[in-house]
Nanobody
Framework: QVQLAESGGGLVQAGGSLRLSCAAS????????MAWFRQAPGKEREFVGA????????YYADSVKGRFTISRDNAKNTVYLQMNSLKPEDTAVYYC?????????????????WGQGTQVTVSS
């Protein structure tokens, strides 16, 4: 059974940084696409970024490109989301998700596995 566990959220001032972690377990993820989504109160869940576990290729939403970086540690079965230059509009619950392919990586309903989420709050 696939399990995803996020950590690293918290409260930070605008302009600051946070690193989120997603520890994955339950299967081999070598061919999987791992993604980060976020959901603010009253808004739909939105794509933040994704990474192909096999080759490390990354995808980003325009709103975070140049500020956020996704990486993976194969030995630890962990995916990271480094968030720099944070803005108040980045405030949301951040979720880690996984699916077998990277096709339509930006569509949340195609992801088969989700973590419980971690809150990120950016104060102005």
């Amino acid at each position: 059974q696939v399990q995803l566990a996020e950590s690293g959220g918290g409260l930070v001032q605008a302009g600051g940084s946070l690193r989120l972690s997603c520890a994955a377990s339950g299967r081999t993820f070598s061919s999987y696409c791992m993604a980060w989504f976020r959901q603010a109160p009253g808004k739909e869940r939105e794509f933040v970024g994704a990474i192909n576990w096999s080759d490390g290729f990354t995808y980003y939403a325009d709103s975070v490109k140049g500020r956020f970086t996704i990486s993976r540690d194969n030995a630890k079965n962990t995916v990271y989301l480094q968030m720099n230059s944070l803005k108040p509009e980045d405030t949301a619950v951040y979720y880690c998700a996984a699916k077998p392919t990277s096709t339509y990586y930006y569509l949340p309903h195609l992801y088969t596995n989700w973590g419980q989420g971690t809150q990120v709050t950016v104060s102005s």
